[in-house]
């Protein structure tokens, strides 16, 4: 291991050209260099911003410059559990907020040591999802209802009834118009322009309404539990969603979004 050392300059012996005649001079005391003491400064600058670059105050230990080094990069330690607990979607919806069901328990909060639930939307017979999900401290009914609103008026009480009371459960004049114009044709054209995943799954399941099929459409969860000392916050949680996202290839996908949720 390389040491770091600060390099002193020595003090100049130059006199001040009397002849060793003056005061000064005849008791030993030299003029000041000040170049000299500006070579100082600039040393002694080097030397602390080497000592911050390797970690080296106060006795720390040396830390890698130049962050991840090259290789694989690998998930954190965590344990996909698969999708479980399959329930009609119009089903969940219209289970009770405080109920004992897996698609009304709220995430943990406080901790990132708990285990964490997404959520995988369908239609039976079908293996190509519609959405994929994930609920952190919210419910999946919670998510569920949020993505939808009142887009179906015959699931509004429903929708209205699990949206969390920060967010109301209306649709924006915006949104509410782009729904009227799938209503009108199911044009490719109106859902290719949708403005993010979330709001493709609610045309589908516009669409499946329509065709008096959204009893068919089914919801399921999943546990991403950690291991490892893994802290599963909010981000470690999402690269499993979107692991799932790019394993399943959702009906709603789009590949030049980062984020499910609707677009401001």
């Known amino acids: 291991m390389s040491e770091i050392r600060e390099a002193w300059p020595a003090a100049n012996p130059r006199r001040c050209g ?26 002694s600058l080097s030397a602390a911003l080497a ?7 106060e006795g720390e230990a040396a830390a890698p410059e130049a962050g991840t080094p090259a290789g694989t990069l690998r998930f954190p330690a965590a344990h996909w559990g698969g999708w479980k607990g399959a329930m009609r979607l ?20 406080g901790t990132f040591a708990a285990p964490r639930l997404l959520y995988r939307v369908w239609k039976e017979h079908s293996r190509e999802p ?11 009914a919670e998510r ?8 179906i008026p015959k699931l509004a009480g429903a929708t209205r009834a699990h949206v969390p009371h920060r967010g109301g459960h209306a649709l924006d004049a915006a949104a509410r118009r782009r729904v009227e114009a799938w209503r009108k044709g199911f044009s490719p ?8 995943e979330s709001e493709r799954l609610r045309l589908l399941l516009v669409r499946e309404e329509a065709n008096g099929e959204l009893g068919k459409v089914k919801v399921a969860w999943g546990v991403v539990t950690p291991a490892g000392g893994t802290q599963l916050d909010v981000k470690t949680l999402h690269i499993f969603e979107l692991a799932l ?10 590949a030049d979004q980062r984020a499910f949720e609707d677009a401001p």
Not at 18 to 41: H, N, V, W
């Open 18 to 43: 009397c002849g060793g005649t003056c005061l000064r001079c005849a008791s030993g005391r030299t003029p000041p260099d000040r170049a000299a003491i500006d070579r100082l400064a600039r040393r």
């Open 51 to 57: 000592h911050a670059q390797h970690g080296r105050f």
């Open 90 to 109: 119009e089903e969940v919806l219209r289970l009770p907020r405080a109920g004992a069901s897996t698609f009304t328990r709220a995430g943990a909060r």
């Open 130 to 140: 519609l959405y994929i999900g994930m609920a952190f401290q919210s419910t999946i």
């Open 144 to 151: 569920l209802a949020d993505h939808l609103r009142d887009a």
């Open 189 to 196: 054209a109106v859902f290719k322009a949708s403005r993010s």
């Open 245 to 254: 996202w790019v394993q399943e290839r959702p009906r709603s996908y789009r």
